[in-house]
């Protein structure tokens, strides 16, 4: 059973990691200093660096 779960996570997170590249390659550039990854920028949330 957890052999089967990592192996699943694995996919899961290989697939996630095509995603967000795809999305990152069609979606526009962001804006300077904020982070790629934060599909919602939040005021109350900045991003650090």
């Not at 967000?20 to 005021?43: C, H, I, Y």
């Amino acid at each position: 059973k957890s052999l089967q779960f990592s192996l699943f996570l694995v996919i899961y997170m290989t697939l996630l990691g095509v995603f967000l590249g795809e999305a990152r390659v069609w979606m526009p550039p962001p804006p300077p200093g904020r982070n790629p990854f934060d599909m919602r920028p939040s005021p109350f949330n900045p991003s650090k660096g």
